[in-house]
């Protein structure tokens, strides 16, 4: 039996035995997702952009890194990377980090109801790799510095000026994601042995204080979980991955997204997305590309992921075909859109404004391969409602 067929056959038959296999709350199926036709449609041809995108969709471009944005006096800073937008009246603002070390830091745009750009600010300056991030129910973003020991950085996109929150940990940081249920940020981490952890603030709201635990689970792709403190945060000398015996090791964590009593995050060592379903304590893959069948699997370099209004998954490439890919609630996957001619590039900070008819994400080296050539983009259509 080939590895894959073999692989996809003990994961559903663990799954069969032990877990109801849900990729969304209410969704009974029995697999991770598979291949299948877009519920878009295909692929038109690239536009000017070099963006190939379905039928209805348009793109633009909204900045370019070492260029001042449109309508404002902010030059875009170098290597677009982990994104998120916040709801401004009638607009909204689309926040921006910038992975470059030194410098990185992180702007903000600010839009009108129109999707026309109305401002532009620096919200964070002076550190170090920032990544990816998460934002907040009160409205902060959280920017994560992907170096050893790297600090989260609460900023107001807003206004105000940004905090270093050294009570969530110093490890290598990658995406956070907010989960106002049981009132604590999910981490994860991008190292090859890394771990994937929440963050419990002694008060819901403000993050200067409280608790950094980590999931604690066996070695399989499906099973049970719990979560136990991590004694020292600082990570020093001991690094906070191997402070608890027990925890979980995930192969390069990247993007993380909460929503409905689940947490999703991706693996890019392995090319995974992994499922936390938060009312029964269990994980599951909610995708892994050698479980692919029939034919190739069309998401590999799994890197940043977010949620749409009507609940299917975008999840980018870091590599891979330059494709940003979709699945849906009934765990199908297929490509939503591919740029073509920036091979040496990643896509990022995939995320949609309020109404869910714009997705904002940028190639962090565009046509360059340089951090100096970031392209952000915004993407309009009839995105399912």
């Given at each position: 039996?080939?590895?894959r067929n073999f692989l996809r056959a003990s994961v559903l038959g663990a799954g069969a035995m032990a877990l109801p296999f849900t990729l969304w709350e209410g969704t009974a199926l029995a697999a991770p997702a598979q291949n299948a036709p877009s519920p878009y449609g295909p692929l038109g041809s690239a536009d000017a952009n070099g963006i190939l995108l379905p039928a209805g969709f348009t793109g633009q471009v909204i900045a370019r890194s070492g260029q001042t944005v449109p309508g404002t006096s902010l030059t875009w800073h170098n290597a677009p990377d982990g994104g998120a937008c916040f709801a401004d009246g009638a607009g909204w603002?689309?926040?921006?980090?910038?992975?470059?070390?030194p410098g990185g830091g992180a702007s903000a745009i600010r839009f009108t109801s129109s999707g026309a750009v109305q401002?532009?600010?620096r919200i964070l300056t002076g550190t170090r790799q920032n990544c990816a991030g998460g934002k907040?129910?009160?409205n902060t973003w959280l920017s994560c510095e992907e170096v050893s020991r790297g600090f989260v950085y609460e900023t107001y996109p807003f206004g105000g000026a940004?905090?270093?929150r050294a009570a969530m940990g110093r490890f290598k940081h990658e995406a956070a994601a907010a989960d106002p249920v049981r009132r604590v940020i999910y981490l994860t981490e991008d190292e090859s042995n890394g771990r994937f952890y929440r963050f419990v603030p002694s008060t819901w709201g403000d993050l200067s204080g409280g608790t950094l635990q980590v999931l604690v689970a066996g070695s399989s792709t499906s099973g049970s979980f719990s979560w136990a403190n991590v004694p020292d945060p600082d990570g020093s000398p001991t690094a906070t991955r191997s402070q608890v015996s027990g925890s979980k090791s995930f192969n390069g964590g990247e993007g993380c997204h909460y929503a409905d009593d689940t947490v999703w995050f991706t693996t890019k060592g392995d090319n995974r997305l992994w499922q936390l379903n938060l009312a029964n304590n269990t994980y599951e893959l909610a995708y892994d590309d050698s479980l692919v069948s029939p034919g190739s699997p069309p998401l590999t370099g799994v890197d940043n992921v977010t949620g749409s209004t009507g609940g299917d998954l975008y999840v980018a490439e870091d590599g891979g075909n330059m494709e940003i890919c979709m699945i849906t609630p009934n765990d199908q996957i297929s490509v939503f859109l591919r740029i073509s001619g920036q091979g040496s590039s990643?896509?990022?900070?995939?995320?949609?404004?309020?109404?869910g008819d714009?997705?904002?994400f940028s190639s962090q080296r565009g046509t360059s391969g340089s951090s100096s050539g970031g392209i952000t983009y915004c993407v309009t259509g009839p995105f399912r409602p």
């Open positions: 039996m080939k590895r603002i689309y926040v921006s980090n910038s992975e470059i070390n401002s532009a600010q907040t129910p009160w940004a905090v270093q990643e896509i990022t900070g995939p995320a949609f404004n309020p109404a714009r997705l904002y």
